[in-house]
């Protein structure tokens, strides 16, 4: 498994924000997006999901390899903990919830309604779902938003633990997770001239 970038090119609402991005990343590494709000770390992650076609270049990544986590946390309000997480296993064809709920400590308030979370539970419960798609490659759009100290330690926790299970992450964040292993790529020097591209408006993705 691995994600290659050959000099892509991102753009949001018609307007090309990113240009010549090459990498390659393998099983087991992580990738750290850095920038100001803006910089294009969202656009770039929403094309490498397929949300969005790329403005120029290729990137070689199956869309059913991606779990995709971006601000939303998808729950459904009226569904318990449990309920919200059986739903998407059974999409991804996940037997068991269980791991998931343990890994972000969630199995005292499984039979709680969604709905009566706080927000920085719902951010955990949101980022369980990562775990029973089963999918290799993360791309995690400022996960640790609303976590507190103790639950973003536990968020990289399950990081290292997908990548030392031969998973990919790659993630838009401010935040330091610990993750001494990880490449950070800073998009400044990657920042396009303003210029339209094919007119695509990601906002009806």
Do not use: C
């Given at each position: 498994?691995?994600?290659?970038?050959?000099?892509?090119?991102?753009?949001?609402?018609?307007?090309?924000?990113?240009?010549?991005?090459?990498?390659?990343?393998?099983?087991?590494?992580?990738?750290?997006?850095?920038?100001?709000?803006?910089?294009?770390?969202?656009?770039?992650?929403?094309t490498?999901?397929?949300?969005?076609?790329?403005?120029?270049?290729?990137?070689?990544?199956?869309?059913?390899?991606?779990?995709?986590?971006?601000?939303?946390?998808?729950?459904?309000?009226?569904?318990?903990?449990?309920?919200?997480?059986?739903?998407?296993?059974?999409?991804?064809?996940?037997?068991?919830?269980?791991?998931?709920?343990?890994?972000?400590?969630?199995?005292?308030?499984?039979?709680?309604?969604?709905?009566?979370?706080?927000?920085?539970?719902?951010?955990?419960?949101?980022?369980?779902?990562?775990?029973?798609?089963?999918?290799?490659?993360?791309?995690?759009?400022?996960?640790?938003?609303?976590?507190?100290?103790?639950?973003?330690a536990?968020?990289?926790?399950?990081?290292?633990?997908?990548?030392?299970?031969?998973?990919?992450?790659?993630?838009?964040?401010?935040?330091?997770?610990?993750?001494?292993?990880?490449?950070?790529?800073?998009?400044?020097?990657?920042?396009?001239?303003?210029?339209?591209?094919?007119?695509?408006?990601?906002a009806?993705?």
């Amino acid at each position: 498994m691995q994600v290659k970038l050959d000099n892509l090119a991102v753009a949001r609402g018609g307007v090309t924000v990113l240009r010549g991005l090459d990498l390659v990343l393998h099983t087991g590494q992580a990738l750290i997006l850095r920038g100001p709000n803006g910089s294009g770390k969202t656009t770039l992650l929403r094309t490498l999901a397929g949300l969005q076609p790329a403005a120029a270049g290729s990137f070689d990544l199956a869309p059913d390899a991606v779990a995709y986590a971006a601000h939303a946390d998808g729950l459904k309000p009226t569904l318990t903990v449990a309920e919200n997480l059986r739903f998407w296993a059974s999409i991804h064809g996940t037997p068991d919830i269980d791991p998931a709920l343990d890994a972000l400590d969630l199995a005292t308030l499984q039979h709680r309604p969604a709905g009566q979370l706080s927000a920085g539970q719902k951010r955990r419960l949101g980022l369980a779902r990562l775990l029973v798609t089963g999918r290799p490659v993360w791309l995690l759009d400022e996960p640790t938003v609303s976590l507190d100290a103790a639950s973003v330690a536990l968020f990289a926790g399950v990081v290292r633990r997908h990548l030392a299970g031969g998973g990919i992450a790659v993630i838009a964040t401010h935040v330091d997770l610990g993750l001494p292993e990880a490449e950070v790529l800073d998009l400044a020097p990657y920042r396009a001239r303003i210029s339209v591209s094919n007119g695509f408006d990601e906002a009806f993705a």
